[in-house]
């Protein structure tokens, strides 16, 4: 059994409820009716139940059934979440006829249910930019207490299983933030290492802070921020492996590790990769992808409240299950 057999399968062991506000979308509506059909999670579609149960016709959908269909214009906690959407963001100038107004935008009110516990995860981005999707997930469900900073990691799945923990491995940040400081680099490193033992099923996770130098062989700010970081996140996670400033050889290859880094538990066998910015992850990430043909599954964000993913807008249906059983794990 694969990875995401194995996320699928301990998704329906342990059945969540998403809310996906696309529900209009054809490969998003088509992701819904598997994953029912599968017994993945339950499901929540925004929109009105009529056109939706016309596009299941239309698709010869036969699950749909099954979901609960919200409709933004009447359902019956409205006031409820009007009230709510209100009392939260009136520091910010909300009135309340804005309030009412921004729970029509499906987006919205899926952030919202999540809020209110009617949903424990919420999945959309097949029809919609990365900003739109995110922007009312950070006003309303906002980060987890002591989190500073939303990260995005990627599984990744390698054909070569001599690294990582059978071939899977967890790279962050490859997603969200671009610089963080050395705060939030920290806190993405205790995230991700979360992250790996939740969702990837690695049993011990070996967080790498990767930089351009392995203990002291450079100078530099930017090695010097990779070094509070390592220090910050030992302090944040006291029982998780964790070291740095590494780089990626010394990280990985054993012989290297004995060389560079002699005195670490983490160099020759990490399993987890945090980079020190986003340009870095994410161009790391697609080479791994690219040149070692592994699978990269992600982004799945991290440090949120509750579990928010954001979908490729060239997605397939096969991807949008794939992330709800992510989002479920999460949840979990």
């Known amino acids: 059994m694969n990875i ?71 359902f019956p906690e409205r006031q409820q979440y009007i009230d709510k959407l209100y009392d939260l963001r009136k520091n910010k100038g909300l009135t309340i006829e804005q309030a009412e107004a921004m729970l029509k935008n499906p987006l919205y009110l899926g952030s919202m249910m999540v809020k209110m516990g009617q949903a424990d995860g919420e999945v959309a981005g097949a029809d919609n930019a990365t900003s739109d999707v995110l922007r009312p997930a950070f006003q309303i469900i906002k980060t987890k207490q002591g989190v500073t900073t939303v990260s995005g990691a990627f599984l990744m799945v390698m054909k070569d299983k001599t690294y990582g923990q059978d071939g ?20 993405i490193a205790v995230e991700t290492g979360r992250t790996a033992k939740v969702l990837a099923g690695i049993d011990d996770p070996k967080v790498a802070i990767l930089s351009f130098s392995t203990k002291g062989s450079a100078k530099h700010e930017m090695v010097d921020k990779v070094i509070e970081a390592t220090n910050m996140a030992k302090e944040m996670a006291p029982d998780m492996k964790i070291d740095g400033e590494l780089q990626a050889d010394a990280a990985l290859v054993p012989t290297v590790a004995k060389k560079k880094a002699p005195n670490s538990d983490i160099a020759g066998q990490a399993n987890v990769l945090v980079f020190p910015s986003l340009e870095v992850g994410n161009i790391c990430y697609k080479l791994v992808q690219r040149l070692a043909g592994a699978e990269a599954y992600g982004p799945i964000l991290q440090g949120m409240a509750a579990p928010v993913n954001d979908l490729s807008r060239g997605c397939s249906v096969e991807d949008i299950v794939n992330v709800i059983a992510i989002t479920a794990n999460q949840a979990i």
């Open 4 to 74: 995401i057999d194995q996320i699928r399968e301990r998704a329906k062991q342990n059945t969540r409820t998403i809310v996906l506000p696309e529900g209009y979308e054809e490969r998003t509506i088509k992701a819904a009716d598997a994953v029912l059909a599968q017994g993945i999670a339950n499901i929540v579609l925004i929109g009105k139940p009529a056109d939706i149960e016309a596009k299941a016709n239309e698709f010869g959908l036969k699950n749909i059934g099954k979901a609960r269909i919200v409709d933004p214009d009447d």
């Open 168 to 187: 899977i491995m967890v790279f962050a940040d490859c997603a969200v933030t671009p610089n963080p400081t050395a705060k939030e680099l920290a806190g």
